[in-house]
């Protein structure tokens, strides 16, 4: 059986991929995401089965909010590299934000499955747990966060979360304070907070949380329009 480099062609396609990359990788480094995003597409249709090409494909859309189109790199990535952990981790990711709620679950299950100590596969398995009303389950996964990394928000905005949506308010609110203490503030925190103070009808700490954020972030518009509703 001929070796497949062996074939009329393939050499010449492996370098011109392999320039392709090169060019790319200095302009991926270089934050010129569209002259990446170029060259990595020509890298493609000269040999379309390096993972490390789509990876960096990925990236590179990634970089640019190009959510969808990082979706389908990452999710071409393992499908020539089964265990790369980037790629579970994003398709994991992406996939819940996306509603792809059964292809999340999966890439976070084999991600687990090779580091057990993934939060963010954690947290996505948080994630859709709570989104199918499963607080308890929600709880254990935050749980098992913060033993890893007592810091890591993710972790912390889950249990929260999911402490609130049990009905433990208070809990949940104990919860955003301790770490808020040991952290300091943080958007995700602060937007936590806020959740729950409107789900509890809190005006006057929803008003004060609010003024707080705009000071913190004062072009944030959504945060503005917000407050504006909550006043009037």
């Known amino acids: 059986m001929l070796l497949l480099a062996a074939l009329p062609g393939c050499s010449n396609k492996q370098e011109q991929a392999a320039e392709y990359m090169a060019t790319a990788a200095a302009q991926f480094q270089a934050g010129n995401l569209e002259e990446a995003r170029k060259a990595l597409i020509k890298a493609n249709m000269a040999r379309d089965d390096v993972a490390d090409q ?107 979360r999911a402490l609130a949506i049990s009905g433990d308010f208070n809990k949940a609110l104990e919860t955003l304070k301790a770490a808020e203490a040991r952290n300091g503030p943080s958007e995700g925190i602060t937007a936590t907070f806020l959740e729950i103070y409107r789900s509890q009808g809190d005006l006057a700490n929803l008003t004060a949380m609010s003024e707080r954020l705009l000071r913190d972030q004062p072009k944030n518009m959504d945060a503005r329009l917000d407050l504006a509703n909550t006043y009037y």
């Not at 790199?73 to 499908?79: F, K, T």
């Not at 996939?95 to 976070?108: D, P, R, V």
């Not at 859709?128 to 890591?152: H, S, W």
């Open 54 to 160: 789509w990876l960096l494909l990925a990236r590179v859309e990634l970089s640019s909010r190009n959510l969808g189109q990082a979706y389908q790199a990452y999710s071409r990535v393992l499908e020539l590299d089964t265990t790369n952990q980037e790629a579970l981790q994003f398709v994991a990711q992406l996939g819940f934000q996306a509603g792809q709620i059964s292809e999340a679950e999966k890439a976070a299950d084999r991600l687990l499955t090779i580091n057990p100590t993934s939060t963010r596969a954690l947290l996505i398995k948080g994630l859709i747990a709570l989104d199918r009303k499963r607080t308890a389950e929600a709880v254990k996964f935050a749980e098992q966060i913060g033993r890893i990394d007592p810091r890591d928000e993710g972790g912390i905005v889950l249990l929260a």
